[in-house]
């Protein structure tokens, strides 16, 4: 070849390179809009789900999956099919739920051109029992997502879901028509806030101070103490600027859910101090008092998008008593809150050191 031939040669694949490398930056970047988008709009999702709740609870782990297929209406409301796969997740709602809560994987190449393009996991929230008000109790934990959103920008995104789900029991049928919670994967949390997701434990005096104590009050707004930010319980760390930040999730546990299988955490002694789950106790590590205060008010400040939050969802409550519970026991937060003396002797006096 002579010298002009590879000096061509070279300038074409080096423009291939860079066309090739434009294109992918252009895809990812397509995908991670039509992944933001997807959380942005709020309206319910239209989903369809076929399997056997025996068989994902009993051949499922946190390596093996089932496939089936999942059909999501679209904007033109007809039905997109995808193949995914799913496993149960979650050890006390797969022991104790007739629906266990699931992580859903998807090919990358078949969701593209549908609105799950950009999104390869997800977790998705069923509910617990069979019960009469099942769909309102997965209403409540929506809340409790959406509640954190409005106080810090580190939190999972969530959108609602409507889902007829026909379950397989032998050679038999049984149809569901179910509320369901999609969750984003920590891995887009990572990736909105350049940062990595930890495996590794961090005390948590040595996690971030203003997003610790956002959401310790946080916490206690709804009522939660089956979580820990010492053991990672239904807390999942990321590191982004320069600092360890926990973010809180699974709220069925909470008073603001108030589900008929709740039961207090019997991680640090809580049964000492409360014996409903409808009970608060704060379980927040002693930070810097003008730091607490701070927090304190942007709570305070927050609770007009706080109840205009609770009221854009009294729609979608079969049983509005249960929506009126539920504000009221924010509204009993607040309460405290706006009081120096409640908030002295149920928070500063019940900081922990240790």
């Given at each position: ?132 008000d099942k769909n309102d109790l997965v209403i ?176 979608y409550f079969q049983d509005p008593t249960l ?32």
């Amino acid at each position: 070849m002579t010298m002009n031939r590879l000096f061509y040669f070279l300038v074409f694949q080096f423009l291939a390179v860079q066309i090739t490398v434009g294109q992918v930056d252009v895809d990812k970047k397509r995908s991670a809009e039509i992944a933001e988008s997807f959380f942005q709009n709020q309206d319910p999702l239209s989903m369809q789900l076929k399997f056997s709740t025996r068989d994902i609870k009993k051949n499922t782990n946190d390596s093996t999956y089932i496939t089936s297929t999942l059909l999501i209406q679209n904007k033109e409301l007809a039905w997109d099919s995808l193949k995914i796969k799913l496993r149960a997740r979650g050890k006390h709602r797969r022991q104790n739920c007739y629906f266990a809560p699931l992580k859903l994987k998807l090919k990358k190449k078949a969701t593209k051109g549908t609105m799950f393009e950009g999104t390869t996991k997800l977790k998705l929230v069923l509910p617990c029992l069979l019960q009469k008000d099942k769909n309102d109790l997965v209403i409540k934990e929506y809340m409790a997502y959406k509640l954190y959103e409005i106080i810090s920008p580190y939190h999972f995104k969530t959108r609602l879901a409507n889902i007829e789900f026909e379950e397989e029991i032998r050679s038999r049928i049984k149809k569901h028509n179910l509320k369901a919670i999609l969750i984003e994967d920590i891995d887009k949390v990572a990736q909105r806030h350049n940062g990595r997701k930890m495996t590794r434990k961090v005390h948590p005096l040595q996690q971030d101070d203003r997003t610790s104590l956002q959401n310790s009050l946080f916490q206690y707004l709804i009522g939660n103490t089956d979580f820990s930010t010492r053991g990672g319980h239904n807390q999942k760390l990321l590191y982004t600027d320069n600092k360890y930040v926990s973010i809180p999730y699974d709220f069925d546990m909470s008073g603001l859910v108030n589900a008929p299988y709740a039961t207090i955490s019997g991680m640090e002694n809580m049964k000492v101090y409360i014996t409903e789950v409808t009970q608060r106790a704060y379980k927040g590590y002693k930070r810097d008092y003008e730091l607490l205060q701070e927090v304190r008010q942007k709570y305070i400040s927050s609770k007009d998008e706080i109840f205009a939050v609770t009221d854009s969802l009294k729609q979608y409550f079969q049983d509005p008593t249960l929506y009126e519970k539920a504000k009221d026991f924010i509204d009993d937060f607040f309460e405290i809150m706006e009081s120096d003396k409640k908030f002295e002797k149920n928070i500063v006096n019940r900081t922990r050191t240790k």
